[in-house]
């Protein structure tokens, strides 16, 4: 089993910057990739960004591309979001996922935090 736990979220003005992070535990050995979904109200659950748990592989959806940063310290059992401009329909339930494999799709995360919300102010 891994646990993660997501740390973060608040409340922040359009154009400013939050940083998530999302601890794992237990078996982190097992973990070869990471990601960040979120879900807005009325919304489907999205991947905001994914990261293979050497760092090799990156992946990001196309709103938040040149905004958000994917990274990992292994020494840690750590994975960062790094959110910067937000924009209000960044809003949403942050969740933190670990897969056994590289993965983009929700259905291939094993493993999922309790989610943490963020939301942005215009």
């Known amino acids: 089993q891994v646990q993660l736990v997501e740390s973060g979220g608040g409340l922040v003005q359009a154009g400013g910057s939050l940083r998530l992070s999302c601890v794992a535990s237990?078996?982190?050995?097992?973990?070869?990739?990471m990601g960040w979904f979120r879900r807005a109200p009325g919304k489907e659950r999205e991947l905001v960004a994914a990261?293979?748990?050497?760092?090799?592989?990156?992946r990001y959806a196309d709103s938040v591309k040149g905004r958000f940063t994917i990274s990992r310290d292994n020494a840690k059992n750590t994975v960062y979001l790094q959110m910067n401009s937000l924009k209000p329909e960044d809003t949403a339930v942050y969740f933190c996922a670990a897969a056994l494999t590289w993965a983009t799709v929700a259905g291939a995360f094993r493993y999922w935090g309790q989610g943490t919300q963020v939301t942005v102010s215009s």
């Open positions: 237990g078996r982190t050995y097992s973990i070869s990739g």
């Open positions: 990261i293979s748990w050497s760092g090799a592989n990156t």
